[in-house]
């Protein structure tokens, strides 16, 4: 626990000024850990990012990553939008697995693509919703720490029903409620100080769903670790794992908030 509470204390301690400074460098900063976060998601199956197919499907990653702004100017550089660089990675996905006579299978070649999905499109909302506002990105981030962090003394305090033994056996169902609820008490009091420019019935009912998002991000972390036979997505932070371990929640929050108009 005394690892777990000094590498938090660490990391926030280098995030936040990012987070604060905004811009150029806390995109390149998610850039980084979105690559960390797809060579995690890689090597649970076994594969590399450091391949052909790694490297393709890294392309696929940095078209989905882009944010607006680059998304244009690469778009007048080439004439392709992101949508067509992800569809060139698929195709030169599926045209190794023909070279290397499908010892990197169709299969390997859909997880690699749903992979940059999953962990492009999180990250590429996380770096649109800074651009967007300093406020909603600080009252997401709030969310998933608060729902975390409710959720686990919640359940150490009083779980007793288990909430998806067969993904997570420590997870309880007074834990899952527990999370919301302290989420919506770092919502209403974070709005009061800064005013988020929304009805209060609003603020509650989207961090609600966010924190259930966000408590199903990290059970979808958990599914994949169980499948994989890992306990942890990665060591980048003794005691707390990798990328994927940390920002799992996030993954599905941000794009969740803009896909409710809520930033």
């Known amino acids: 626990?005394?690892?777990?509470?000094?590498?938090?204390?660490?990391?926030?301690?280098?995030?936040?000024?990012?987070?604060?400074?905004?811009?150029?460098?806390?995109?390149?900063?998610?850039?980084?850990?979105?690559?960390?976060?797809?060579?995690?998601?890689?090597?649970?199956?076994?594969?590399?990012?450091?391949?052909?197919?790694?490297?393709?499907?890294?392309?696929?990653?940095?078209?989905?990553?882009?944010?607006?702004?680059?998304?244009?100017?690469?778009?007048?550089?080439?004439?392709?939008?992101k949508v067509e660089f992800a569809f060139i990675a698929v195709i030169l996905l599926l045209i190794h697995t023909v070279i290397v006579k499908n010892s990197f299978t169709f299969d390997d070649a859909a997880f690699a693509i749903l992979g940059t999905l999953y962990v492009g499109m999180g990250f590429l909302y996380l770096i649109e919703t800074r651009e967007e506002?300093?406020?909603?990105?600080?009252?997401?981030?709030?969310?998933?720490?608060?729902?975390?962090?409710?959720?686990?003394?919640?359940?150490?305090?009083?779980?007793?029903?288990?909430?998806?033994?067969?993904?997570?056996?420590?997870?309880?169902?007074?834990?899952?409620?527990?999370?919301?609820?302290?989420?919506?008490?770092?919502?209403?009091?974070?709005?009061?100080?800064?005013?988020?420019?929304?009805?209060?019935?609003?603020?509650?009912?989207?961090t609600v769903v966010a924190s259930v998002f966000g408590q199903m991000g990290d059970l979808v972390e958990s599914a994949l670790k169980r499948h994989f036979n890992v306990k942890d997505s990665g060591k980048l932070l003794p005691g707390h794992g990798g990328v994927l371990d940390r920002f799992d929640s996030i993954l599905f929050v941000m794009p969740l908030l803009h896909f409710l108009h809520f930033i």
């Open 1 to 81: 626990m005394k690892e777990r509470l000094i590498t938090g204390a660490i990391a926030m301690a280098f995030f936040i000024p990012f987070v604060v400074f905004g811009g150029t460098p806390f995109t390149i900063l998610v850039l980084i850990l979105g690559t960390i976060g797809f060579q995690e998601l890689l090597k649970m199956k076994g594969r590399t990012l450091w391949s052909v197919p790694g490297l393709i499907s890294l392309l696929a990653l940095y078209a989905f990553m882009m944010p607006g702004e680059w998304t244009l100017q690469v778009s007048e550089w080439t004439g392709y939008t």
């Open 133 to 206: 506002s300093l406020a909603y990105l600080i009252y997401a981030l709030l969310v998933v720490w608060f729902t975390d962090s409710g959720a686990y003394f919640t359940g150490r305090k009083f779980g007793k029903r288990k909430l998806w033994p067969e993904i997570s056996p420590n997870k309880t169902i007074e834990g899952f409620i527990g999370g919301i609820i302290y989420a919506i008490v770092a919502a209403l009091v974070f709005d009061y100080f800064v005013d988020l420019n929304k009805p209060i019935y609003i603020i509650i009912i989207v």
